[in-house]
Structures are given as structure tokens and as C-alpha cells.
């Protein structure tokens, strides 16, 4: 019937689900870890795949971006979970999964959602998202005439303003038809010459310079250097002056280049009249991208939204456009009712507090000193990782850029510590 890879650290786990699919008539492959299921799909192109997200040595989500960004998802992928979040599963089928199993799992479950993965269309056939999906709105029109003509005199285009969501939307709207998309984020490996020339003609992305680790910093200039060769276009964002990147040590050439062409992303503070309109649009793209329920908002909820949305004050690492996707996002998956009303509005948006980092007040850095080392270590460890996951807007991926940690790693710390994760932590 269909070809199987089943993806999992838990033997008993791949027994099973290896014996029930077979019963049902399919070939199954098993791979234990990331790097078994890389040389598996690399050998032989599986009909669909069933992918843990929890794994040793790179977790599911790791491999899942792995594989978007070096364009390798051709398949269905479901993946499977026992701590599973809406927002893990959101950020799976943003990356490319079809659909997501909760451990343990019951055999009606696993057998629906193979059939209805085994019929998915080629992964990819949902074109991405572009600024075209917002395009009534007059501040979207602009922006994308700015990025056209920026991008049409410059193969690097720097945008400043924001990071995340928007910017991936501008990118994808400069990306040529039918090219290559290559996230350097997301991509583990070096960057050979090979790689460049499959990229050729098409797009590598940088949603935020800040998070990059020295092996993305070489992969970057060395695409820097070798992209008027294969026609590169190259589309990045900070969330962080790029003087703060130079004092940590980016390589000075790369940044050099990086700023000689950017464009501005609109303050959205100071589209507070535009708001009604700009947040029904985002809605509008996540329903039909089937990303979330059907739901639109009432009247009274986006006048709500409009006066309490803050003008100013945001910090500079948090991205105003990213605050508003994701909250138009949970408002949709948590809202009870089709139509988003004013209790919802009051419920979710994020009132304006006192800058986290000036929480630690001399007084209390003076308390820490008072405790044991290993008291002093939690204590500021909770207010360090509460810290990022506000910054984040509780993405795990990100948090764990900027921590330096593995997924994995980071999770087990977080609950160690009794912060919950994969949410926003007020």
C-alpha cells in the first residue's frame, strides 16, 4: 500500500505502531533518531511520515525546519507527541506537517489520520503567504511597492522594524515563482557551493541576525560572497542593532554589506485607525490557510482592540506585528464562539507592563547574595528564562536560540525550574 518511516527513540513505540500499520497492509521503515531518518528519506522518498518530536539528539522540529529549509518535505508529515501544546502543533503545521498525534495514542486515531495523510496533496501545493493576502489594507500596498523597487536595485535587502511573521511575509513576496527557499536558521549544515548552486535564482532568508550561531554567521557570508554568481536574492532582519551584533562578534564584512539597502516596516503604533482593518486581514489569511477555526470579529471587539492596542513601549527585541499574529492567533484557537467579541479582546491583549529587564532592581540582585549558590542559580534562572519566553512570545524555537540550548534541553530546564512552556508567561 504506502511506504511508511516511522520516526521514534522509544522501541516500543516503533514495534508498535510498525505491527499495526503492517496489519494494515503498508511497508514500514523504522529510524530511531534524527540522523537515521535523514539517511532513510535521503535514500528513499517515504509516502508519509510519522515524527516524534521528543528525540535524543535532534528533536521532530529540529528536523522538521531541516527539511523545509533544504526543500526535502515532499511527503506528509504527522507529527506525534506525549506533551504535546496547541502551540507546538500550531508551529508543526506552520512548518509543514499535515497533522499531529497526542501520545498515547488510540488505534482509530492513528489509522484515520494515516488514511487522511496518505490522501494529503504534495506538501507545498498551499503556497506561502505574501503580503497579497493583506493587500486591502493601504499600509501592505506600500510596503510591498517599497520592498519591489528596494529589491530590484539590490540582491541584499536588510528590513528593519520588525522580526518574524512580517518578515517572512516580505520575503515571500520578493521570492521568484518556482524558486528555492533556503531559511539559514533552520539549516544544520555548512553551506557548500553544491548548495548555492540549487539555490540559484531563488531566496535565502534570515528572519532575525541576533539568534545566529557562528556556523549560520560563516554560512551567511558565505553566501554573501557567492550570491551575484547564482542570481541569490538575500532577505534579512534584526532584532537587534546591528552595532550590538559587531560588539559580539559578527564578522564585520557581512554586516557591512548586510545594511547597504533596507526598508522601514510600518510602525504599527502609529496605525492605531488602520487597526480594525489590519487585524481582520491577518484573520482573514490564518482561516483560509486553514491555520486556524473559521472566526471573525465583531464591531465592538475591533474598536476594543483598536483603543487598547499600545502606541508606544513596545521593547525593541518584541516585534509589535509579531505581538499582534500571535494574539490574533490564540484569540482564534481559544475563542468560544465563531465570533470574537469584546470579552475575548479583554481576556488576551497584552496590557503594558514595566520592562522586564528592569525588574531586577538593585535590591533585589542585594537579596540574591543572601541565598545559597544553588538558590541564587534558580532564582535567577526563572526571572532569565521568564525573561525570553516574554520576549519570544512563548516561541520555544527562538527561546532556545538565545538561550543556547537544544529544544530538549530547554524543556526539561523550564520545568525544572516550574515555568510552563509554549506559552506567553505574563
Given at each position: 500500500m504506502?511506504?511508511?518511516?516511522?520516526?521514534d527513540?522509544?522501541?516500543g513505540i516503533?514495534e508498535?505502531?510498525?505491527?499495526?500499520?503492517?496489519?494494515?497492509?503498508h511497508?514500514?521503515?523504522l529510524?530511531?533518531?534524527?540522523?537515521s531518518?535523514?539517511?532513510?528519506r535521503?535514500?528513499?522518498?517515504?509516502?508519509?511520515?510519522?515524527?516524534?518530536?521528543?528525540?535524543?539528539?535532534?528533536?521532530?522540529?529540529?528536523?522538521?525546519?531541516?527539511?523545509?529549509?533544504?526543500?526535502q518535505i515532499?511527503m506528509?508529515?504527522?507529527?506525534?507527541?506525549?506533551?504535546g501544546?496547541?502551540?507546538?502543533?500550531?508551529?508543526?503545521t506552520?512548518i509543514?506537517?499535515?497533522?499531529?498525534?497526542?501520545?498515547?495514542?488510540?488505534l482509530?486515531?492513528?489509522?484515520?489520520?494515516v488514511?487522511?495523510?496518505?490522501?494529503?496533496?504534495?506538501i507545498g501545493l498551499?503556497?506561502p503567504?505574501?503580503l497579497?493576502?493583506?493587500?486591502?489594507?493601504?499600509v501592505?500596498?506600500?510596503?510591498?511597492?517599497?520592498?519591489?523597487?528596494?529589491?530590484?536595485?539590490?540582491?541584499?535587502?536588510?528590513?528593519k522594524?520588525?522580526t518574524?511573521?512580517?518578515?517572512?511575509?516580505?520575503?515571500?513576496?520578493?521570492?521568484r515563482?518556482?524558486?528555492?527557499?533556503?531559511d539559514l536558521?533552520?539549516?544544520?549544515?555548512?553551506?557548500?557551493?553544491?548548495?548555492?548552486q540549487?539555490?540559484?535564482?531563488?531566496?535565502?532568508y534570515?528572519?532575525?541576525?541576533?539568534?545566529?550561531?557562528?556556523?549560520?554567521?560563516?554560512?551567511?557570508?558565505?553566501?554573501l560572497?557567492?550570491q551575484g554568481?547564482?542570481?541569490?536574492?538575500i532577505?534579512?532582519?534584526?532584532s537587534?542593532?546591528?552595532?550590538?551584533?559587531?560588539?559580539?562578534?559578527?564578522?564585520?564584512p557581512a554586516l557591512?554589506?548586510?545594511?547597504?539597502?533596507w526598508v522601514?516596516?510600518?510602525?504599527?503604533?502609529e496605525?492605531?485607525?488602520?487597526?480594525?482593518e489590519?487585524?481582520?486581514?491577518?484573520?482573514?489569511?490564518l482561516?483560509?490557510?486553514?491555520e486556524?477555526?473559521?472566526?471573525s470579529?465583531?464591531?465592538?471587539?475591533l474598536n476594543l482592540?483598536?483603543?487598547?492596542?499600545?502606541?508606544?513601549?513596545?521593547?525593541?527585541?518584541?516585534?509589535p506585528?509579531?505581538?499582534?499574529?500571535t494574539?490574533?492567533?490564540?484569540?482564534a484557537l481559544?475563542?468560544l464562539?465563531?465570533?470574537i467579541?469584546?470579552?475575548?479582546?479583554?481576556?488576551?491583549?497584552?496590557?503594558?507592563?514595566?520592562?522586564?529587564?528592569?525588574s531586577?532592581?538593585?535590591?533585589?540582585?542585594?537579596?540574591?547574595?543572601?541565598?545559597?549558590a544553588?538558590?541564587?542559580r534558580?532564582?535567577?534562572?526563572?526571572h532569565?528564562?521568564?525573561?525570553?519566553?516574554?520576549?519570544?512570545?512563548?516561541?520555544?524555537?527562538?527561546v532556545a536560540q538565545?538561550?543556547?540550548l537544544e529544544?530538549?534541553?530547554?524543556?526539561?530546564?523550564?520545568k525544572?525550574?516550574?515555568?510552563?512552556?509554549?506559552?506567553?508567561?505574563?
Open positions: 504506502a511506504d511508511i518511516l516511522v520516526v527513540d522509544e522501541i516503533r508498535l505502531l510498525s505491527e499495526i500499520l503492517a496489519d494494515e497492509g511497508q514500514v521503515r529510524a530511531e533518531n534524527a540522523a531518518a535523514r539517511k532513510q535521503n535514500e528513499q522518498t517515504p509516502d508519509l511520515v510519522l515524527l516524534d518530536i521528543w528525540m535524543p539528539d535532534t528533536d521532530g522540529i529540529s528536523l522538521l525546519k531541516e527539511w523545509s529549509a533544504s526543500g515532499t506528509p508529515i504527522v507529527m506525534m507527541s506525549g506533551h501544546t496547541i502551540d507546538t502543533a500550531v508551529e508543526a506552520r509543514g506537517a499535515v497533522d499531529f498525534l497526542e501520545k498515547p495514542i488510540a482509530h486515531r492513528l489509522l484515520s489520520t488514511q487522511k495523510a496518505l490522501k494529503h496533496d504534495r498551499r503556497p503567504a505574501t497579497a493576502a493583506l493587500a486591502h489594507a493601504h501592505f500596498r506600500d510596503l510591498q511597492k517599497r520592498l519591489e523597487l528596494a529589491a530590484a536595485c539590490s540582491n541584499t535587502l536588510f528590513i522594524g520588525g518574524g511573521v512580517i518578515v517572512e511575509l516580505c520575503a515571500r513576496t520578493l521570492q515563482p518556482h524558486s528555492v527557499w533556503l536558521l533552520t539549516y544544520s549544515g555548512t553551506l557548500s557551493q553544491e548548495m548555492l540549487k539555490t540559484a535564482g531563488g531566496l535565502i534570515i528572519s532575525d541576525l541576533a539568534v545566529m550561531g557562528k556556523l549560520q554567521q560563516m554560512n551567511l557570508a558565505f553566501a560572497e557567492r554568481q547564482h542570481n541569490i536574492l532577505v534579512a532582519a534584526a537587534q542593532p546591528l552595532e550590538d551584533l559587531a560588539r559580539r562578534g559578527w564578522e564585520s557591512a554589506r548586510l545594511p547597504e539597502v522601514t516596516l510600518p510602525d504599527l503604533g496605525h492605531a485607525d488602520d487597526l480594525p489590519i487585524a481582520s486581514l491577518f484573520l482573514g489569511m482561516v483560509e490557510r486553514q486556524v477555526p473559521l472566526r470579529f465583531s464591531s465592538a471587539a482592540l483598536r483603543v487598547r492596542w499600545p502606541k508606544r513601549g513596545t521593547p525593541p527585541e518584541i516585534s506585528w509579531n505581538e499582534l499574529q494574539l490574533i492567533r490564540n484569540l481559544t475563542t464562539e465563531e465570533n467579541g469584546e470579552d475575548d479582546i479583554l481576556r488576551l491583549l497584552p496590557v503594558k507592563t514595566e520592562d522586564t529587564t528592569k531586577l532592581a538593585p535590591e533585589a540582585i542585594e537579596c540574591l547574595f543572601a541565598l545559597a544553588r538558590d541564587a534558580e532564582a535567577f534562572e526563572q532569565y528564562f521568564r525573561y525570553l519566553l516574554n520576549a519570544e512570545q512563548g516561541n520555544m524555537t527562538r538565545r538561550a543556547g529544544r530538549t534541553h530547554l524543556y526539561r530546564k523550564l525544572q525550574l516550574g515555568i510552563a512552556a509554549g506559552r506567553r508567561n505574563d
